[in-house]
């Protein structure tokens, strides 16, 4: 599936739980959502209860799961970490809601692939804080009651249209998080660069900031892979940077990211086949989404969620009711000539 969007495994999960800022302060960028998050969670403290339901929208790596992690750490309060996936019996979800103690924060990542039966369940949960268990079946089933301990869920979905309307409804507060600029990412590889013990003149970090597709993640994978590359071809012939302590000039950045195929505007693979297939083989589009997932062997829901957003942010890709279309700009990129899309 994915390259660059996702965590890999197990390293990357660990090496990611350490670069994952702990407080709001920390918390680079998205400034609205920061704000409205604070005074959530100020007057949470002020009544002493748990802070009100959150969703959490976006394109995977903008800092959903941080933000939940935030959340449950600067109200001091037990996190549980769960996932749409995971779910997929009113019983898994009974067994989650049964168990939280007073105030936990609960995570569900994914939140849109749940079992209905259990997005049913979870309705009365957010509302009154109680679930009806079934028990029995046909004409002699019952449901018995249950009071849960009050706690606040933090939904993540990358598909907010996904949700349903009594779903979305429930969440006393909702985000949408945006792509970061390049300024904001040059300071997520700032920190993260502080943390793995890599020098890194400006210039070296802008180079980074500006090819990691507007997410934090991939700019922190990218500074990963930046310092393998250093660590291992920066020895010889170099001034300064005692071993151990490598520094990156920006021809060290240019030459990694060349490596990993990120091209010199940040698009991967995937994003370049997805273009690719839209001008050359669509002349353009429009073409439907469903058509051009099979065209470039990926699922629609990764075109949908992650490619497109971000080809539709820089302006190389438009919507439109009979399907995607290429801008001139996207031919500009693959060198395409304009209109004579079948033409290499
Ligand atoms: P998501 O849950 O949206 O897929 P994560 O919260 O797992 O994304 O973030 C992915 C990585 O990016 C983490 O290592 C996290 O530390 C980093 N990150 C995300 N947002 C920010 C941010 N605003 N400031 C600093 N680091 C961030």
């Known amino acids: 599936t994915r390259d660059v969007a996702e965590p890999q495994d197990e390293i990357e999960l660990a090496v990611e739980g350490a670069l994952r800022p702990l407080s709001l302060a920390e918390f680079v960028g998205q400034h609205k959502v920061r704000g409205q998050l604070q005074l959530l969670l100020d007057a949470a403290r002020i009544r002493q209860r748990p802070a009100d339901h959150i969703l959490l929208s976006g394109p995977p790596g903008l800092g959903k799961t941080t933000l939940a992690m935030i959340v449950a750490h600067e109200s001091e309060r037990p996190l549980r970490l769960s996932s749409g996936p995971a779910i997929q019996h009113a019983g898994d979800m009974a067994a989650l809601l049964s168990s939280l103690t007073p105030g936990e924060v609960l995570f569900i990542d994914e939140i849109h692939r749940m079992a209905r039966s259990a997005e049913e369940m979870l309705y009365l949960a957010m509302e009154d804080f109680r679930i009806d268990i079934m028990v029995g079946k046909g004409a002699g089933a019952t449901s018995i009651p249950l009071e849960l301990a009050p706690f606040t869920l933090v939904g993540a979905t990358t598909r907010s249209g996904m949700l349903p309307n009594p779903l979305r409804d429930r969440f006393g507060f909702t985000a949408h998080l945006e792509y970061y600029e390049p300024e904001e990412l040059e300071q997520v590889v700032e920190r993260s660069a502080i943390v793995l013990g890599v020098g890194l003149p400006r210039h070296a970090r802008a180079e980074i900031a500006r090819r990691s597709r507007g997410t934090p993640r991939i700019a922190n994978r990218l500074l990963r892979r930046v310092r393998d590359y250093v660590l291992v071809h920066g020895q010889s012939g170099r001034a300064g940077g005692a071993p151990g302590s490598p520094a990156a000039t920006q021809a060290d950045v240019n ?90």
């Open 255 to 344: 030459a990694a990211l060349e490596l990993y195929d990120v091209d010199p505007i940040g698009l991967d693979r995937l994003d370049r086949a997805v273009l690719d297939a839209l001008v050359r083989r669509f002349r353009g589009g429009p073409v439907g989404l469903s058509t051009l997932a099979v065209t470039v062997g990926e699922e629609a829901e990764t075109i949908e969620s992650v490619v497109e957003p971000y080809l539709v942010r820089i302006g190389f890709m438009g919507r439109t009711p009979r399907g995607r279309i290429a801008t001139p700009e996207a031919y500009a990129h693959l060198r395409v000539p304009h209109g004579d899309g079948s033409l290499r």
